[in-house]
């Protein structure tokens, strides 16, 4: 029986291998993905992003507790900082979470960003295809929260949960960086802290200045204590009425095509970067158009569409 084969069955171990071929780019795990992606399209995707020490781990392990309880089936993929000596996620993630591997509803992947701009692992949206393939409910995909990172996450989900924490300042930063519009649901988690009630107090009355894409939500703020679990089923409930949303306006699809958009290109620009750093003609022709417009010798546009050329040659 082939790993799919083994995957669409249930087999645990072939989704984890599966998962660890996708993300070394594999070709086993890209004729795999090439086979299940007429399988996918069901699980709710759920972004969760915020700035670190904002509690993104234990908030998630709350939140799976919660889905669990309901009977729901979920997978979290975790997009770790890279080892800065072997390149590898730090797996600090699936340390925190360790409690919920014995669990078989429950599939936890810690993934390497290694450096790919906004932190996303470039493989994140195939291991969140073999998830919604192997059948679960909601797929959490957890970022590190740095740079643009935030904003990356956004093209790739269905929903987007910000997380704040009362005494960051994060509030005004956010609005200023257009993150607001962004998030679906906006969490003030670890709200047992002085300071929590002014926190949300303060993103409400930004969310109530802000514009929206769709009157038919508005982003919502929800307080949560991960640690305690307070809040953590209303937020769910926030989620889930999201997604209902979503579906009935339709803009369920319009988030679909705006994902599939993404992922192509990201695929897209990492391919054009393998062949052109990847090969040392091409590299050098690469360094040389790069070198011509640092001396000013071309614009950067001529310089691309020699690079293009290139690329169309026989």
């Known amino acids: 029986m082939s790993l799919v084969d083994r995957l669409l069955s249930g087999d645990r171990r072939a989704l984890a291998r599966l998962a660890t071929l996708v993300e070394n780019a594999d070709d086993v795990g890209e004729a795999a993905l090439r086979r299940l992606y007429p399988q996918t399209g069901s699980a709710h995707i759920v972004g969760i992003t915020g700035p670190p020490g904002a509690g993104k781990s234990t908030f998630i392990n709350a939140l799976v507790g919660v889905l669990r309880a ?140 802000g514009s929206w894409e769709s009157a038919a939500w508005r982003a919502e703020v929800v307080a949560t204590s991960a640690a305690t679990g307070e809040g953590v089923d209303a937020l769910l409930e926030r989620i889930d009425a999201h997604r209902e949303t979503l579906r009935e306006t339709g803009a369920w699809v319009d988030r679909q095509r705006a994902m599939a958009a993404a992922e192509v290109s990201s695929r897209l620009h990492a391919e054009l970067d393998r062949r052109f750093r990847g090969n040392d003609f091409e590299g050098a022709a690469l360094r040389r158009e790069i070198e011509e417009v640092a001396d000013r010798r071309k614009p950067p546009a001529e310089a691309v569409a020699n690079l293009l050329a290139r690329l169309n040659a026989p």
């Open 70 to 209: 309901g009977g729901r089936r979920v997978g979290v993929v975790a997009v770790d900082p890279s080892s800065p000596l072997s390149g590898g996620a730090t797996l600090g993630d699936r340390i925190r979470m360790m409690e919920r591997h014995a669990d078989d509803g429950v599939f936890i992947r810690s993934m390497a960003a290694r450096g790919h701009a906004g932190g996303l692992a470039l493989a994140t949206a195939g291991v969140v295809h073999l998830l919604d393939a192997a059948g679960f409910d909601m797929v959490l995909v957890e970022t590190i929260g740095v740079g643009q990172d935030e904003f990356a996450v956004a093209g790739h989900c269905h929903t987007v949960v910000l997380l704040q924490v009362p005494g960051l300042g994060d509030g005004v930063q956010a609005l200023k960086a257009g993150l607001l519009e962004m998030a679906d649901i906006l969490v003030v988690n670890k709200a047992d802290r002085d300071g929590a009630a002014e926190t949300v107090q303060t993103l409400r009355d930004m969310v109530s200045l």
